[in-house]
């Protein structure tokens, strides 16, 4: 993956905090996901403007007591796996997507 | 149910998340049908600002669930905004509708707002019958084509057929409606009262020779056999269990902000309008009553032998006079299905006191019985 990547949540998703746990409906195929807790980090600060490397730093090893490098290769592993099933936009511009979501509730 | 859905539910159970929320945005229609049970005057429907300060409150409580119903929801002019608005907010988004509005346009804007399913009202493949139960001339057509639009954006559509006296003979119709249009079908036999109690509209009921019919087609109900088998009686884990999920991850938001545990359980819970929604939702005496009642609660059902797959709807009972008795209509269907009359049926039909509950009897009246 690039080194300036950015992401950014797919218009076509339902998503919801429930405890430490984010809940994911994708709407087109009705797919339902659950993020553990860093990837609900990643997932709610996926904006398509900070970078995905800015999202690790300042988000995940704030908050997680956890190396950066570790944390970077673990955030594009998820993120791979999220755009593969339409969760996430992923691009080496920023994104703008069409519809501004407002940051997940909860 | 998909396991993660179930997973979700007993988590949000937990941790007292409405999981799930019905908002009827209104209940003006363009259409009359005749077993409706709505009113569809408009009493003061919540403006378009109070419904979005209710999707904050709706979004910050948990809901991820939202069906957005009525009444007809495209007779609100500012309905694409309540929308996007809805999706704005992450919720996962279901459409109740009749469809006759939605053409092209309106197709190709709700597949943009990521809807995640439509669900539209045919009662007939007939014109003659779906129309005359509608009131709406030409309403078929318009209900099809609109399906036809919404599929041709991808989207995913079912078709609810509400069985009646006058459209039983036609869901083998419907069904095969569905198929040509690729949309999956489901079957509901039950009429319910009016909301504000008016119980003539049960007449439309199907007789129990259709019910019974239903029941026992292959193909229509899942493993039709293993649900028409008399069940095993209660055990505990079974009277442990709690009747359904309104109250407790579900409930119901009218147009004028009303709270009820259900769209069928007409239990006035408080007002958005004066309260905000996680207190009425934590703090409702209404829905901590109805959060209270487990199966072994239940007066006749707690030792019915058919409490274990019985469909017994608490707003039912509620509507019948007591949350905590039988949904007749529901003793009806398990007799059906099962051919074990429940404990409530005998009940009613031997005149017994079971339904009644006598807490005191006044002197006075042991007196002049004596």
């Known amino acids: ?106 | 149910m998909n396991h993660l859905v179930e997973e979700m539910s007993a988590k949000a159970l937990k941790l007292g998340i409405p999981l799930t929320v019905q908002l009827d945005l209104t209940y003006r229609c363009n259409e009359r049908c005749v077993h409706c049970y709505l009113d569809h005057e408009d009493h003061g429907e919540m403006t378009t600002s109070e419904i979005k300060n209710l999707l904050d409150q709706l979004a910050e409580a948990g809901v991820f669930f939202l069906t957005l119903s009525g009444g007809e929801i495209l007779m609100r002019r500012d309905f694409f905004e309540i929308l996007e608005y809805a999706r704005m907010r992450s919720f996962c988004v279901k459409l109740k509708t009749n469809a006759v509005l939605i053409r092209e346009k309106e197709a190709e804007r709700i597949r943009d707002l990521g809807v995640e399913s439509i669900q539209i009202s045919i009662y007939s493949h007939r014109p003659e019958v779906h129309d005359a139960i509608t009131k709406m001339p030409g309403s078929l057509k318009r209900s099809i084509n609109a399906i036809r639009f919404l599929r041709s954006e991808g989207l995913r559509v079912t078709i609810a057929n509400v069985l009646m006296l006058q459209n039983i003979q036609d869901y083998p119709g419907v069904r095969a409606l569905g198929s040509e249009l690729g949309v999956e079908v489901t079957i509901d036999p039950t009429i319910t009262p009016r909301m504000d109690g008016d119980r003539s509209l049960l007449d439309l009921n199907i007789d129990q020779v259709a019910l019974e019919r239903v029941f026992r087609e292959e193909g229509l109900v899942e493993n039709a056999g293993e649900s028409c088998a008399p069940p095993s009686g209660p055990d505990d884990e079974v009277l442990d269990s709690l009747p359904c999920s309104a109250g407790h991850t579900a409930c119901y938001v009218s147009p004028y902000g009303d709270v009820y545990p259900c769209v069928q359980f007409p239990l006035p819970s408080g007002n958005v309008r004066q309260d905000k929604f996680l207190d009425i939702w934590r703090h409702s005496p209404q829905l901590n009553e109805v959060r209270s009642i487990t199966l072994r609660d239940l007066t006749g059902c707690s030792h019915c032998s058919n409490l274990k797959s019985c469909t017994r709807c608490p707003g039912l009972a509620y509507m019948e006079g007591n949350m905590r008795g039988p949904s007749i209509q529901d003793c009806e269907k398990s007799f059906v299905r099962t051919g074990i009359q429940s404990v409530n049926l005998m009940s009613k039909k031997s005149g017994g006191a079971g339904l009644v509950q006598i807490q005191s009897v006044p002197a006075m009246a042991t007196a002049a019985s004596a």
Not at chain 1, 77 to 96: C, M, N, Q, R, Y
């Open chain 1, 1 to 106: 993956m690039s080194e300036k990547c950015y992401v950014a949540r797919s218009t076509k998703i339902a998503a919801r905090m429930m405890g430490d746990e984010m809940m994911i409906m994708l709407a087109p195929d009705s797919t339902l996901f659950t993020l553990n807790e860093v990837a609900s980090v990643i997932f709610n600060a996926a904006d398509g403007t900070t970078p995905l490397e800015v999202i690790v730093a300042e988000r995940v090893c704030s908050e997680f007591d956890v190396e950066l490098e570790a944390a970077l290769k673990d955030a594009e592993h998820v993120v791979k796996e999220l755009a593969g099933h339409g969760v996430l936009l992923v691009s080496d511009e920023p994104i703008t997507p069409p519809l501004a979501f407002a940051q997940v509730a909860r």
